[in-house]
T-cell receptor, first 112, second 113 residues
Framework: SQQGEEDPQALSIQEGENATMNCSYKTSINNLQWYRQNSGRGLVHLIL?????REKHSGRLRVTLDTSKKSSSLLITASRAADTASYFCATDASQGAQKLVFGQGTRLTINP | EADIYQTPRYLVIGTGKKITLECSQTMGHDKMYWYQQDPGMELHLIHYSYGVNSTEKGDLSSESTVSRIRTEHFPLTLESARPSHTSQYLCASRLGTDNSPLHFGNGTRLTVT
């Protein structure tokens, strides 16, 4: 069963604008992670937020987590053409095996 | 980027062939994973391992098998490839501690004709 669902499925913005992607999940989690995937490549870890954290920053990335709504958002500020990629959220369940379950991703296109 | 390597990068084979996708990591990670991903779609976990001699099936039913004889090596084998196996296969690893991220290889793009 799919744990995470992401919204929107595709997003196209102009360079310099901010991009916001959302992720919803179903079960209790230890942490939620965001990954980036360039076309035809593996995923690269961007940022991890623990279940007891509400917000986290890393460079131009800002992640929020609302465990009461079982949702997270990823904000990329001052976007660049090089940010064009697919972005996935992944949840690390608080019970059972340490398996990350991925959402279906948001395809982000930054137009120069 | 990551010290995790997958070979081959691309593979085109005929139906019925036996294939092994290789995955190796040099980070000493205990936990390793195989995910299957169709283009533009989500990742589905097909196998994982907690350490040497430990293998488990993932959430997506798969006709493949895995082995973990050495910490650094986690190969995936298809005994008889079929066109439905056409997909991208991603290998990943992580430390055994909580809150550790996954490190991914660049994947093997498999096409079965």
């Amino acid at each position: 069963s799919q744990q995470g669902e992401e919204d929107p499925q595709a997003l196209s913005i102009q360079e310099g604008e901010n991009a916001t992607m959302n992720c919803s999940y179903k079960t209790s989690i230890n942490n939620l992670q965001w990954y980036r995937q360039n076309s035809g490549r593996g995923l690269v870890h961007l940022i991890l937020i623990r279940s007891n954290e509400r917000e986290k920053h890393s460079g131009r990335l800002r992640v929020t987590l609302d465990t009461s709504k079982k949702s997270s958002s990823l904000l990329i500020t001052a976007s660049r053409a090089a940010d064009t990629a697919s972005y996935f959220c992944a949840t690390d369940a608080s019970q059972g095996a340490q398996k990350l379950v991925f959402g279906q991703g948001t395809r982000l296109t930054i137009n120069p | 980027e990551a010290d995790i390597y997958q070979t081959p990068r691309y593979l085109v084979i005929g139906t019925g062939k036996k294939i092994t996708l290789e995955c190796s990591q040099t980070m000493g990670h205990d936990k390793m994973y195989w995910y299957q991903q169709d283009p533009g779609m989500e990742l589905h976990l097909i196998h994982y391992s907690y350490g040497v001699n430990s293998t488990e099936k993932g959430d997506l039913s798969s006709e493949s098998t895995v082995s973990r004889i050495r910490t650094e090596h986690f190969p995936l084998t298809l005994e008889s490839a079929r066109p439905s196996h056409t997909s991208q296969y991603l290998c990943a690893s992580r430390l055994g501690t909580d809150n550790s991220p996954l490190h991914f290889g660049n994947g093997t793009r498999l096409t079965v004709t």
